[in-house]
């Protein structure tokens, strides 16, 4: 059974930082790849970062850029996400997902690239 499982999300004021983790199981991490993806109230899901090892591939929305920092270690079958100098405009339910179509996308319509999908981290950042 494929699963991932996200944590490291919580609450933390403007300027500060968090690392979230994304841990799978059940297929061969390392082809696949794996996107952040975050979703605020009221807004549609977006992407934020994704990774690919075997592609070589790393990517970031603008918004994140500078920012945010992507990295896995396959060993572990985890991907985290770094994210430093939070905004408020970063608060959203953060999600990992996993595709296997080779593309490291994350503009319109990405979502429908990501086969699996975690239950989301929860990111609040106070002002």
């Known amino acids: 059974e494929v699963q991932l499982q996200a944590s490291g999300g919580g609450l933390v004021q403007a300027g500060g930082f968090l690392l979230l983790s994304c841990t799978a199981s059940g297929f061969t991490f390392d082809d696949n790849v794996i996107g952040w993806f975050r979703q605020a109230p009221g807004k549609e899901r977006e992407g934020a970062s994704c990774t690919s090892s075997t592609y070589g591939s790393i990517n970031y929305v603008d918004s994140v850029k500078g920012r945010f920092t992507i990295s896995s270690d396959n060993a572990k079958n985890t991907v985290y996400l770094q994210m430093n100098s939070l905004k408020p405009e970063d608060t959203a339910v953060y999600y990992c997902?996993?595709?296997?179509?080779?593309?490291?996308?994350?503009?319109?319509?990405?979502?429908?690239?990501?086969?699996?999908w975690g239950q989301g981290t929860l990111v609040t950042v106070s002002s």
């Open positions: 997902a996993a595709s296997d179509s080779g593309s490291c996308y994350l503009g319109s319509g990405a979502v429908y690239l990501y086969d699996y």
